[in-house]
């Protein structure tokens, strides 16, 4: 009964090398969201859809695309891995524009 | 003018105590004002919010009071208990429409230490 679920929990890779995390809810809401979370703990949005379509495209470098293939799903492909992208990577979702729900992330070491 | 900041950083209370976080804001187009709680290794939740046209919201221990003329909310925990012990964040999103459609503005967080 998992309401917003992300795969993998843990990633760790080498610079230079591409990755994907994927997420998915069962929650029935029309937006998702990818926030990251650094080392001092700082949330801050990446990218948000709404109906499979690209809402906030925050300054994120062109690295990083996010492709939605159904309300259900939004997952994350990094290019070019770098030291500085090692986070915690959230995916929340909500129905109403305000009351999201978060998934329990996904950590990425980039080494 | 998008920042929303958060204070103290670190708070430890005693058992049974009160747990007082405070956030301030600049833009007053803000009107959703919600607080998550975040366990370690797990996402943030959302524990409680509130909208600008309120000056206060309780929810079993948990307390937001907001005030709009000085642009700041705070969390009150009332008995505080050691499994309260989380960071806590406090946040601010713009009405739906535009490129802010949801996006919420985080604090950069609190400590909350409650010592049995």
């Known amino acids: 009964d998992t309401a917003v679920s992300q795969t993998p929990k843990y990633l760790v890779t080498q610079m230079g090398n591409d990755k994907s995390i994927k997420c998915e809810q069962n929650?029935?809401?029309?937006?998702m969201y990818w926030y990251k979370q650094d080392s001092k703990k700082f949330l801050k949005i990446m990218f948000s859809y709404n109906n499979k379509e690209l809402i906030i495209n925050e300054t994120v470098p062109n690295r990083f695309s996010p492709k939605s293939p159904d309300k259900a799903h939004l997952n994350l492909h990094i290019n070019s891995l770098e030291l500085g992208d090692s986070a915690v990577y959230f995916c929340?979702?909500?129905?109403?524009?305000?009351?999201?729900?978060f998934g329990p992330g996904t950590r990425l070491t980039v080494l | 003018q998008q920042q929303v900041k958060q204070s103290p950083q670190s708070l430890i209370v005693q058992k049974g105590g009160i747990s007082i976080i405070n956030c301030a804001y600049e833009n007053t187009a803000f009107d959703y004002f919600p607080w998550y709680q975040q366990f370690p290794g797990k996402g943030p939740a959302l524990l409680i919010a509130?909208?600008?046209?309120?000056s206060e919201k309780k929810e079993g221990r948990f307390t937001i009071s907001f005030n709009k003329s000085a642009k700041q909310f705070s969390l009150h925990i009332m008995d505080s208990q050691p499994g309260d012990s989380a960071t806590y964040f406090c946040?601010?999103?713009?009405?739906?429409?535009?490129?802010?459609?949801?996006?919420?503005?985080f604090g950069q967080g609190t400590i909350l230490t409650v010592h049995p």
């Open positions: 929650l029935g809401h029309d937006t």
């Open positions: 509130i909208r600008p046209d309120v």
């Open positions: 929340a979702s909500s129905r109403a524009y305000n009351e999201q729900f």
């Open positions: 946040a601010a999103s713009l009405p739906p429409g535009g490129t802010s459609y949801g996006k919420l503005t």
